[in-house]
């Protein structure tokens, strides 16, 4: 160009793959500790909180993974990031936010060192039934 005071920068980056075998499933945590030393039977205290367990598979091996990106949507809300997980070989992540009786829509995608991000998985859903304890 004919300016000479402009300075241009250019950046490559390979796209990374999208994770595959998203899947989505009911997982709980064991509730203790709550009743105990009550005069007689405590009546209605849940055994377990009620999550989604979301699986996917990991992509290949790449130096310019940074992090994968998890994204919920669900009839109250579009598409919302609610977890940057940043172990290359992690493939499991726990909602513990999603919401009961409602069906929640999940969807990741690999980010590159560069904040580059690749395309998403598909969607995997799962419903959480209400009350979400047991």
């Known amino acids: 160009a004919a300016d000479t005071t402009s300075t241009a920068i250019v950046m490559f980056s ?16 064991p509730v203790s500790g709550i009743g105990q030393g009550c005069a007689g039977a405590p009546e209605c205290i849940p055994e377990s909180i009620y999550a989604t367990a979301l699986t996917w598979t990991a992509i290949p ?51 590159n060192v560069s904040d580059f991000a690749g395309p998403w998985s598909a969607t995997a859903s799962f419903t959480l039934t209400a009350p979400g304890v047991g």
């Open 61 to 111: 091996v790449t130096g310019a993974f940074a992090y994968y990106e998890i994204q919920r949507s669900d009839d109250l809300t579009d598409w919302a990031s609610i977890a940057n997980v940043t172990g290359h070989h992690t493939t499991s992540f726990t909602d513990w936010e999603a919401r009961v009786g409602m069906e929640s829509d999940y969807r990741i995608r690999s980010v």
């Open 14 to 29: 390979q796209e990374l793959p999208a994770p595959t075998g998203t899947a989505a499933a009911l997982t709980s945590m």
